[in-house]
């Protein structure tokens, strides 16, 4: 009997209805003679809520402490679940991540796996009985409860799917899969039936909210293949698969964007070597997470330097550049956060030069400037200013061949 | 150092604020030089909501799912007490049931304890750390996560204090202690400074509210002696304490009263051995918690019993009365919802003579007809109509010197 993994977000467990309308779907699944394990992550936006609760109580809120606390929340989502599925007659019993056998390490609010030790599952599957998973959790090497971080549902799921050698792993969501571009931007945008890791890798990283990255990293290493689908239409979604080097490429698949970012440029940098390597340790050392890093041309011996990180994170990583600039003899620092990330990408990219230009004449075309650039071999991003965002994405979409016909 | 247990009940643990409160109350016993365990309750009507939902979601409700839905109530309020703490610079840990060593049997949403195993506990002692358990809760001999039902908090308090041998065991409400009668039906009702398990045992039986009646069992078998105070004024409450044989006993300590049974009569009852014990097993077939029970003297070959049953009880009660009844040839069964209890329990009775009598002349000087009698060593109950019951308490109150003098 095939095995399959079903993973539901918080949004699809929202509140009662839709907890008994997810259980309909996993007897049906069972019906049609499969064998499920669920993952579940906590109900809507309970995860928040614990988070500000956390937040409310105490300025002090150890790593360890915040684990066993919003933890309870997919607690609760499991065995809700678990208590519907028996009313339509599946038997199911809810496991915590430490009772599924996830072993983590001590590193708490983003533990990472370091076994999966799947056996009361296997019983359970055995027993004609569903698992149901308590999405981003386990047990440390030190016997503490831990938290895998937000999107660890996902994850949860794929290594489960990996460990008891699924058919695949389906991750329900509150879209009908992965698009061409958001829709919400581009009307004409269509469901992708298909797309591959590496391209759904550079798409998560630059503003395509869904499936969380690590998971979809997991499930390239271990070949498990992803379906992301709705649990309000429970139509097919898109599958992410193994890039397939015999099938025909589209050149650009689809159409990123992203306006949670802000630029810091430091100018009149000079130009010796080790001043980047300096600047970025110690952002890393504040725990700034910089993407996009673009340095100019040498003039007269000094450069400049531009990168993007969280908005968030933008008057900590002003606060270093400043401290810096000063210590090496730079000229300034400037900051803007009204910017936006536009990408295209495609594994087509790789064998079809000309891309980058089109791409530029394109949003020449449109009379939109490009501050920075930055490019990886099936994927190239531009910085525009952020309320230039939506044409950007539109116009790309458009002279890439990707609207829907009508 | 000594070491004393705290344990916080629901309303102590509210919100943010009592979270905090209650972390404050902690650390100031710490500074006072005591070693520290904490056992705490879920966070206001958690416990209530959580069982609310299960009922929204599902019409079954296994009870292993219902005990990994309702311990998530816990496992939040003793994270968020944990980070309250170390805000407040006391250094703790929370624990699960499970990781505190409470093994009970499989008995799912009222398990009893068969071990406990406090190693956590104790390394976390030693190391100078305060331990945060979440109440009413373990795991099973078979792996399962446990909850030991309603009050259940007070059960895991005492065991801890009985098996790391504490000083004592402070249980934390929102009522200053155990009073001679309701205060809110008897303006001059006292805080007791001490009462025996015994007449505490008789109290709670009888509808004084507090605390849970298995955790004063417990407590009296093990030694452990009780604290039970205000989370609100912090100031000193009751002491349950082994009754002293030295020390002069008042003959009445308390009044209690409880407007939650109702009466049931099965009427011309033919008098034959077999026909009480026929009746009374199959209430308890049904699990109707039957209470006081009344046989008059047989009368002509037939008899009445009474007995009284909580009041949601009452239709099956009635129903298996009338079956029973065309059965065995009884006249008819009758009930009566507008009953209430009131008792007056005192370690002093058992050498005092007379005590009875003075009770029922009180009542009777007051014209309020007593329907039910039944008594034990140390306490005599009345049944008397509902609307009468405020007055026998305040009656019965100052009759046997227990008001407050102003």
């Known amino acids: 009997m095939p095995l399959v993994i079903q993973k539901f977000g918080g949004t699809s467990v929202a509140d009662p209805d839709r ?20 993952v579940v992550s906590a109900m809507g936006k309970e995860t928040d809520e614990l988070i500000r609760l956390a937040t409310e109580v105490s300025d002090v809120r150890p ?14 989502a499991m065995a809700l679940l678990c208590m519907a599925l028996h009313s339509v007659g599946v038997p199911a019993d809810s496991f915590t991540g430490s009772q599924a056998g996830f072993i983590t390490d001590t590193n708490h609010t983003n533990a990472k796996i370091v076994e999966l030790r799947p056996d009361r599952l296997r019983k359970a599957i055995e027993a004609g009985r569903v698992p149901v998973i308590g999405g981003a959790q386990g047990v440390s090497t030190d016997h503490d409860v831990t938290f895998l971080g937000r999107g660890g549902s996902d994850t949860t799921a794929v290594a489960v799917c990996h460990a008891l050698e699924g058919e695949f792993c389906e991750l329900y969501t509150d879209v ?26 550079e798409m998560t990283a630059t503003g395509c909210p869904k499936p969380a990255m690590r998971s979809v990293e997991y499930a390239r290493r271990w070949g498990v293949k992803l379906h992301v689908r709705s649990a309000f239409t429970w139509e097919p979604g898109t599958w992410v698969v193994e890039e397939d080097p015999t099938m025909e490429q589209a050149i650009v698949s689809a159409v990123t964007h992203d306006t949670s970012e802000a630029k810091v440029t430091v100018s009149g940098v000079p130009d010796r070597p080790g001043i980047a390597a300096r600047l970025f340790r110690e952002l890393a050392d504040v725990d700034v997470n910089v993407d996009m890093i673009v340095q100019n041309v040498s003039d007269r011996g000094v450069t400049d330097i531009s990168f993007t990180v969280p908005r968030n994170d933008l008057p900590l990583a002003t606060q270093v550049c400043q401290r810096l600039a000063a210590d090496i003899g730079a000229t300034g620092v400037s900051s803007d956060s009204a910017i936006a990330r536009v990408s295209i990408i495609g594994a087509g990219m790789k064998s079809n030069p000309g891309v980058a230009a089109k791409m530029f004449e394109v949003l020449a ?5 490009i501050e920075m650039i930055s490019t990886s071999a099936i994927r190239i991003s531009c910085v525009v200013r952020e309320d230039e965002v939506e044409r950007a994405v539109q116009s790309l ?5 990707l609207d829907a016909v009508a």
């Not at 790593?63 to 609760?76: H, V």
Request: positive net charge; charged residues 30%; without cysteine.
């Open 176 to 201: 009908p899969g992965v698009f061409t571009a958001d829709p919400r931007l581009v009307p004409k945008a269509r469901r992708m039936a298909k797309v591959s890791f590496e391209e759904l890798l």
């Open 397 to 401: 979409h458009t002279a890439f061949e």
């Open 63 to 76: 790593g360890r402490e915040m684990d066993m606390l919003i933890t309870a929340g997919e607690r609760k």
């Open 365 to 369: 075309g449109e009379g939109i400037n």
């Open 19 to 38: 907890i008994r309308e997810v259980a309909d779907h996993v007897a049906r699944t069972v019906r049609r003679g499969n064998q499920v394990v669920v």
